[in-house]
């Protein structure tokens, strides 16, 4: 939707919730200043209301929806409390600072919620309504009222309570589904059927609060939009009671992404998305899980061949959105076992190589094998392997196998096969040390005179399966060579890095035959 096209009646107010239903997720109690630093966040997005917190809960509580009162800028500034006229004052005391604040005061409408948790009569509940809303509206213009339950409630009574609750003040109507139990059909029905019925319903905001017991939040969330209301009550990475909110994120690029079917607009800086998850989930200790929408690690990565191949000819093959428009840098294309050749060669150009067809085949082979053994594939493993190609085309020792039994008791064996100039050759030798044991092997099957001068290991990459560098000199005749192996397994990584160096050795004596013999 272009800016000419917008319209105030096409306009979604965000209402985020995070600092209050978020933080009510077991386990995502956020301290004084991280809930200051998430509000901050929030205001300078473009966040319409802040429901910073509980006043009444605690005076924690209380400090903070204050404090952030006295701060926010452009949102407005929103408490909770419950129908009790001390929680409303103490609400009210909260918000009072604010540039623009609003009460948010709620009572459940459901016959299980009446009969079991407020255990009072409907007419009881009405009467309630009127006069929580009453007392709110003495202290502010701004004020919401939510019938908790609304899903499960009589259609009838809840027309009723909206009626009576715009009357009495409300200016907004919030009908949650607040154990997450509607379908998309029949959330959008009842705000269709209440916006047409209730008389005075023209003169408030509806609003959704959705939450995700059965998945269905942001689709609830957009459902009710389309039946009329034009606030969405959300939390940043959909965290809150149980199963969660909807989430901010997707809500919001829900309406950027599929405008032509959800024509509405919001204020939000959609490029502050991924920030925004990520001060949430360090706030809260709540990881966002990998592939969730919008700002999951993996909502912008491709490891499957196809997918890479066709990401390389054109990024709109398979992302529906540009990362850049939700904060991320670029698109990943993850090296995996699914990674297919487009993949790998587009990522060795990106990392500066220029290899031939045959060295792009042989790094290839080596890439798969690692990729099996290996869960994820960094940029230094795939530099790794190419370095090795490097070093390791046209060597005249090769190793084709190698096993080693090693432990406490020892002592420690080896067995290795070696491709030596085209013959195989097969040894087995005990060492002190399980790599003792493989260079004994390396000697055996290559006599030399070469001495040992370095051998040293660390990880290519971080994490228990991450490659082994290991770095050997060799030296004789007064020259010294030194070369560099990477694997998973460290042995291997030995075995080959020695026998690269020996490789050295071979070669730079071949080359000194012919000058020999020339002088």
Same mark, same amino acid.
């Given at each position: 939707?272009?800016?000419?096209?917008?319209?105030?009646?096409?306009?979604?107010?965000?209402?985020?919730? +995070?600092?209050?239903?978020?933080?009510?997720?077991?386990?995502?109690?956020?301290?004084?200043?991280?809930?200051?630093?998430?509000?901050?966040?929030?205001?300078?997005?473009?966040?319409?209301?802040? &429901?910073?917190?509980?006043?009444?809960?605690?005076?924690?509580?209380?400090?903070?929806?204050?404090?952030?009162?006295?701060? *926010?800028?452009?949102?407005?500034?929103?408490?909770?409390?419950?129908?009790?006229?001390?929680?409303?004052?103490?609400?009210?005391?909260?918000?009072?600072?604010?540039?623009?604040?609003?009460?948010?005061?709620?009572?459940?409408?459901?016959?299980?919620?009446?009969?079991?948790?407020?255990?009072?009569?409907?007419?009881?509940?009405?009467?309630? %309504?009127?006069?929580?809303?009453?007392?709110?509206?003495?202290?502010?213009?701004?004020? =919401?009222?939510?019938?908790?339950?609304? /899903?499960?409630?009589?259609?009838?009574?809840?027309?009723?309570?909206?009626?009576?609750?715009?009357?009495?003040? #409300?200016?907004?109507?919030?009908?949650?589904?607040?154990?997450?139990?509607?379908?998309?059909?029949?959330?959008?029905?009842?705000?269709?059927?209440?916006?047409?019925?209730?008389?005075?319903?023209?003169?408030?905001?509806?609003?959704?609060?959705?939450?995700?017991?059965?998945?269905?939040? !942001?689709?609830?969330?957009?459902?009710?939009?389309?039946?009329?209301?034009?606030?969405? =009550?959300? +939390?940043?990475?959909?965290?809150?009671?149980? *199963?969660?909110?909807?989430?901010?994120?997707?809500?919001?690029?829900?309406? $950027?992404?599929?405008?032509?079917?959800?024509?509405?607009?919001?204020?939000?800086?959609?490029?502050?998305?991924?920030?925004?998850?990520?001060?949430?989930?360090?706030? +809260?200790?709540?990881?966002?899980?990998?592939?969730?929408?919008?700002?999951?690690?993996?909502?912008?990565?491709?490891?499957?061949?196809?997918?890479?191949?066709?990401?390389?000819?054109?990024?709109?093959?398979? &992302?529906?959105?540009?990362?850049?428009?939700?904060?991320?840098?670029?698109?990943?294309?993850?090296?995996?076992?699914?990674?297919?050749?487009?993949?790998?060669?587009?990522?060795?150009?990106?990392?500066?190589?220029?290899?031939?067809?045959?060295?792009?085949?042989? %790094?290839?082979?080596?890439?798969?094998?690692?990729?099996?053994?290996?869960?994820?594939?960094?940029?230094?493993?795939?530099?790794?392997?190419?370095?090795? =190609?490097? +070093?390791?085309?046209?060597?005249?020792?090769?190793?084709?196998?190698?096993?080693?039994?090693?432990? /406490?008791?020892?002592?420690?064996?080896?067995?290795?096969?070696?491709?030596?100039?085209?013959?195989?050759?097969?040894?087995?030798?005990?060492?002190?040390?399980?790599?003792?044991?493989?260079?004994?092997?390396?000697?055996?099957? !290559?006599?030399?005179?070469?001495?040992?001068?370095?051998?040293?290991?660390?990880?290519?990459? #971080?994490?228990?399966? *991450?490659?082994?560098?290991?770095?050997? $000199?060799?030296?004789?005749?007064?020259?010294?060579?030194?070369?560099?192996?990477?694997?998973?397994?460290?042995?291997?990584?030995?075995?080959?890095?020695?026998?690269?160096?020996?490789?050295?050795?071979?070669?730079?004596?071949?080359?000194?035959?012919?000058?020999?013999?020339?002088?």
């Amino acid at each position: 939707m272009t800016a000419t096209t917008k319209s105030n009646q096409d306009r979604v107010f965000i209402f985020d919730t +995070t600092l209050r239903d978020g933080e009510q997720c077991p386990g995502a109690t956020m301290t004084f200043e991280e809930k200051i630093r998430v509000a901050e966040l929030l205001d300078t997005m473009g966040v319409d209301i802040i &429901e910073a917190g509980y006043p009444f809960a605690s005076d924690g509580d209380f400090e903070a929806v204050r404090e952030i009162a006295r701060r *926010a800028n452009n949102a407005v500034i929103c408490g909770l409390s419950r129908a009790a006229h001390k929680d409303i004052d103490r609400c009210a005391e909260a918000v009072r600072v604010a540039k623009r604040g609003r009460i948010h005061t709620f009572l459940s409408t459901s016959p299980v919620h009446m009969k079991y948790k407020l255990q009072m009569e409907a007419a009881q509940v009405y009467e309630m %309504v009127i006069s929580s809303v009453t007392r709110a509206r003495n202290h502010i213009d701004d004020v =919401e009222w939510s019938a908790e339950d609304a /899903t499960r409630t009589d259609f009838d009574f809840l027309c009723r309570c909206v009626e009576a609750a715009i009357k009495a003040g #409300a200016t907004t109507i919030n009908l949650p589904d607040t154990v997450g139990y509607a379908v998309p059909e029949e959330y959008y029905d009842m705000f269709k059927r209440i916006r047409s019925i209730v008389p005075n319903s023209d003169k408030a905001i509806f609003s959704v609060h959705c939450h995700n017991d059965l998945g269905m939040a !942001v689709a609830n969330s957009i459902a009710g939009v389309n039946g009329g209301a034009r606030q969405i =009550e959300c +939390t940043i990475n959909g965290i809150g009671e149980r *199963a969660g909110n909807a989430a901010l994120e997707e809500v919001v690029m829900a309406m $950027r992404v599929r405008n032509d079917k959800v024509p509405y607009w919001n204020n939000i800086e959609s490029t502050s998305l991924t920030h925004a998850s990520k001060v949430v989930s360090a706030a +809260t200790s709540f990881p966002v899980q990998y592939n969730k929408a919008i700002v999951g690690r993996n909502a912008f990565a491709h490891e499957s061949g196809i997918h890479q191949d066709g990401m390389i000819k054109n990024a709109s093959t398979y &992302e529906i959105m540009l990362p850049e428009t939700v904060g991320i840098s670029a698109t990943s294309l993850v090296m995996g076992k699914h990674s297919g050749r487009a993949g790998l060669i587009h990522k060795l150009e990106e990392l500066g190589y220029k290899l031939s067809k045959n060295q792009i085949d042989d %790094v290839f082979v080596r890439f798969k094998s690692l990729a099996d053994r290996k869960k994820e594939i960094y940029d230094e493993d795939i530099e790794a392997l190419v370095d090795q =190609e490097m +070093t390791s085309s046209h060597d005249h020792i090769r190793l084709v196998s190698l096993s080693v039994i090693a432990g /406490t008791r020892g002592p420690q064996r080896a067995t290795m096969k070696l491709d030596i100039e085209g013959t195989a050759k097969l040894a087995e030798e005990e060492g002190n040390g399980p790599v003792d044991a493989v260079f004994n092997c390396i000697k055996s099957l !290559v006599p030399h005179e070469a001495k040992l001068e370095l051998y040293q290991v660390h990880a290519v990459t #971080a994490g228990t399966d *991450a490659q082994a560098e290991v770095s050997v $000199r060799l030296s004789q005749d007064g020259r010294s060579v030194t070369s560099r192996a990477s694997d998973p397994d460290t042995l291997v990584a030995s075995a080959q890095a020695y026998l690269s160096a020996l490789n050295k050795i071979v070669k730079k004596k071949q080359r000194d035959m012919p000058s020999v013999a020339a002088g």
